[in-house]
Nanobody, 121 residues
Framework: QLQLVESGGGLVQPGGSLRLSCAAS????????MGWYRQAPGKQRDLVAF???????HYADSVKGRFTISRDNAKNTVSLQMNSLKPEDTAIYYC???????????????WGQGTQVTVSS
């Protein structure tokens, strides 16, 4: 199996910054795209950003210019730098990875347990 563990959530004032990190471990052959999703209370889980194995980032319109996603393929980690945070960014943030955990098996979709981000004064 492939495990994802997030860290870095917390409480921050509007306009502040937080950095989320996610580390993958376990049986890993290859990790392809890695990304972050978020889910606010009563809402669906939405894509925030993802990054391809080659390093190409993609962002939701709501976070463009404020958030930056990066990854380290050697360490199987992905990070999300969040600047100029707004109250509407409040949500549980989930790390996601597409990966192969054994030779000759298809890609699977894996999730972390989530980390709470609260933006409030």
């Amino acid at each position: 199996q492939l495990q994802l563990v997030e860290s870095g959530g917390g409480l921050v004032q509007p306009g502040g910054s937080l950095r989320l990190s996610c580390a993958a471990s376990g049986s890993i052959v290859t990790i392809y795209a890695m990304g972050w999703y978020r889910q606010a209370p009563g809402k669906q889980r939405d894509l925030v950003a993802f990054i391809t194995r080659g390093g190409t980032p993609h962002y939701a319109d709501s976070v463009k210019g404020r958030f930056t996603i990066s990854r380290d393929n050697a360490k199987n980690t992905v990070s999300l730098q969040m600047n100029s945070l707004k109250p509407e960014d409040t949500a549980i943030y989930y790390c996601n990875a597409e990966g192969v955990i054994a030779p000759m098996t298809p890609k699977g979709d894996y999730w972390g347990q989530g980390t709470q981000v609260t933006v409030s004064s």
